[in-house]
Every structure is written in structure tokens, then in C-alpha cells.
Nanobody, 125 residues
């Protein structure tokens, strides 16, 4: 199983980026999938996650209205569209997947089994 994240980079505040996560060795349509981020000196936090069971989607309060998660099952790829980026969005972003986590804990990183390698997003002010 491999998750390959990409799309990070340097962007000015107010700009946009789209992260991608290509999966191999598993079918994303059978997994709850999510994006997490970790800023220097901070714990990894859930940004946005979506369940394959009932379509439930979680967004952290800090990104609601700015970020959008989506999946393309035909391409076995997860996306995170990030708009109106802020300096506080600067972090390493990780994609993750799990087939049997507790949906009430969808935002918790410890619930996920498979992880991508991370892609760095830097937002300048």
C-alpha cells in the first residue's frame, strides 16, 4: 500500500493550491480518507476527512469555507483544494486512509493506518 502526496509549494496569502494523493495497493472508494497537517512544534491535526461508509465529511473549523476535499475513484486519487490560504496554513500536509475506523473519530490521526509521505505548504504573508 502506498499513498503519494503532491502539490505543495510556496504561495502568497490569499492564493490557492490543490493537493493530490494517489493511492496504490488499495481502492480509495473502500476507505475513509483524509488530509492532516503538522506545523513546526505542533501536533498533527485533522484538516478534512471523508467517509466511504456514509459520505460524512469533516472540516476543521479553521478551514471551513476555504478548503474542499474530494476523491476521484476512477483515478484512485484524493484531492484537497485550498483557497484563500493564510500564513497559519503553513505545514506539512499528509494524506491518510483507513478501512475500519470509528466514524465519530474521523478527525483523529491515530485512527488511520496508511499514510502518505507529506507535502510542504508554505504561505507567505
Amino acid at each position: 500500500v502506498q499513498l503519494q502526496a503532491s502539490g505543495g509549494g510556496l504561495v502568497q496569502a490569499g492564493g490557492s493550491l490543490r493537493l493530490s494523493c494517489v493511492a496504490s495497493g488499495l481502492s480509495l472508494d473502500s476507505y475513509t480518507i483524509g488530509w492532516f497537517r503538522q506545523a513546526p512544534g505542533k501536533e498533527r491535526e485533522g484538516v478534512s476527512c471523508t467517509s466511504h461508509v456514509d459520505g460524512m465529511t469533516y472540516y476543521a473549523d479553521s478551514v471551513k469555507g476555504r478548503f474542499a476535499i474530494s476523491r476521484d475513484n476512477a483515478k484512485n486519487t484524493l484531492y484537497l483544494q485550498m483557497n484563500s490560504l493564510k500564513p497559519e496554513d503553513t505545514a506539512i500536509y499528509y494524506c491518510a486512509a483507513d478501512s475500519s475506523l470509528i466514524l465519530s473519530s474521523i478527525r483523529l490521526p491515530e485512527q488511520y493506518t496508511y499514510w502518505g509521505q507529506g507535502t510542504l505548504v508554505t504561505v507567505s504573508s
